[in-house]
C-alpha cells in the first residue's frame, strides 16, 4: 500500500493513514499489505501523521525509498 501511496504523489505516502480496499469501508488495510492484481483502493491521509523509520521495511519500490531517504535527510 505504501509503495502505491508514492506512487501517486509523496505527500500522499509521508502521510498514510489507511487504505481500503474495493471500496470495503469496514476494512482499513494498513501500509504494509499487499494489494493484489486489480484490486481498487482508496487511500487516506492524516497530516498529523509522519513517516517512520521502520517504513524502510514495507516499501519495496525505488521510488517510495528515495523519498523515504531524502525525508529522513533533511
Known amino acids: ?3 502505491f501511496a508514492f506512487m501517486i504523489h509523496s505527500e500522499l505516502g509521508y502521510h498514510f493513514d489507511y ?3 474495493d ?3 469496514g476494512q482499513h ?3 504494509y499489505d499487499r494489494l493484489s492484481p486489480g484490486d481498487q ?3 487516506e491521509k492524516d ?3 509522519q513517516p517512520k523509520i521502520q517504513w ?3 516499501v519495496k519500490t525505488e521510488r517510495a525509498i528515495e ?3 531524502r525525508y529522513f535527510s533533511t
Open 56 to 58: 524502510f521495511k514495507y
Open 47 to 49: 497530516t498529523s501523521i
Open 23 to 25: 471500496n470495503n469501508k
Open 19 to 21: 487504505a481500503t480496499i
Open 41 to 43: 483502493i482508496t487511500i
Open 67 to 69: 523519498h523515504l531517504i
Open 1 to 3: 500500500m505504501l509503495d
Open 29 to 31: 488495510a494498513n501500509a
